[in-house]
């Protein structure tokens, strides 16, 4: 099996930063991109970043200039630094890996558990 396990939620002040990391472990033989989705209550899932394994990366128009997604391929691991929060980035936060495991031919769409992120006002 696959897993891929979420750390580093909770609640900050608006303005405050949040470090997220997860950390993808199990039968993997290669991940290709991996990254975060956001859940607001009532709202879609949506993009908030994401990062290949070369390294470029892509942020949603909301995040641009505030958060940091990066990886660290020898554990597995993606981070995002969340800087200059704000009351509307709460929400349920979601690891997302692409990859494939040992035992399958092709890749496919992992997910963490999911991260409670809460910024008050």
């Known amino acids: 099996q696959v897993q891929l396990v979420e750390s580093g939620g909770g609640l900050v002040q608006a303005g405050g930063s949040l470090r997220l990391s997860c950390a993808a472990s199990?039968?993997?033989?290669?991940?290709?991109?991996m990254g975060w989705y956001r859940q607001a209550p009532g709202k879609q899932r949506e993009l908030v970043a994401a990062?290949?394994?070369?390294?470029?990366?892509d942020y949603a128009d909301s995040v641009k200039g505030r958060f940091t997604i990066s990886r660290d391929n020898a554990k597995n691991t993606v981070y995002l630094q969340m800087d200059s929060l704000k009351p509307e980035d709460t929400a349920v936060y979601y690891c997302?890996?692409?990859?494939?495991?040992?035992?399958?031919?092709?890749?496919?769409?992992?997910w963490g558990q999911g991260t409670q992120v809460t910024v008050s006002s």
């Open positions: 997302n890996a692409v990859l494939r495991a040992i035992y399958s031919r092709s890749y496919g769409n992992y």
């Open positions: 199990g039968s993997i033989s290669s991940i290709n991109a």
């Open positions: 990062i290949c394994s070369a390294g470029s990366s």
